[in-house]
């Protein structure tokens, strides 16, 4: 089993930065799938930023070119959130998918990012 804790979130205005981060409580380096999914007030959970175990990284077009996911291949990886937008307001989670030695899947518990005009 694994624990994901997230921090960094918080307030800024239009075109601020923050930078959240997931410690877990093991190795994951390893790990199948590393990603970041945030959940807008009144919507779905969208997946935005998402690193695959050959490093190939995919971001939503919403964030591209503006969010840059890392991971320190230890036990904790990173959102870096430049030139925010009002409409990256939302409920922040990081997401880890283990492969081996046994499959499991996990979730942090939710870090807020609120965007001011």
């Known amino acids: 089993q694994v624990q994901l804790v997230e921090s960094g979130g918080g307030s800024v205005q239009t075109g601020g930065s923050l930078k959240l981060s997931c410690e877990a409580s093991?190795?994951?380096?390893?790990?199948?799938?590393m990603a970041w999914h945030r959940q807008a007030p009144g919507k779905g959970r969208e997946m935005i930023a998402i690193r695959r175990t050959n490093d190939h990284t995919v971001y939503a077009d919403s964030v591209k070119g503006r969010f840059t996911i890392s991971t320190d291949a230890k036990n904790k990886m990173s959102l870096q959130m430049d030139s925010l937008k009002p409409e990256d307001t939302g409920t922040y989670y990081c997401?880890?998918?283990?492969?081996?030695?046994?499959?499991?899947?996990?979730w942090g518990q939710g870090t807020q990012v609120t965007v001011s005009a």
């Open positions: 997401y880890v998918v283990i492969a081996w030695p046994q499959y499991g899947e996990y």
């Open positions: 093991a190795f994951i380096g390893g790990a199948a799938v």
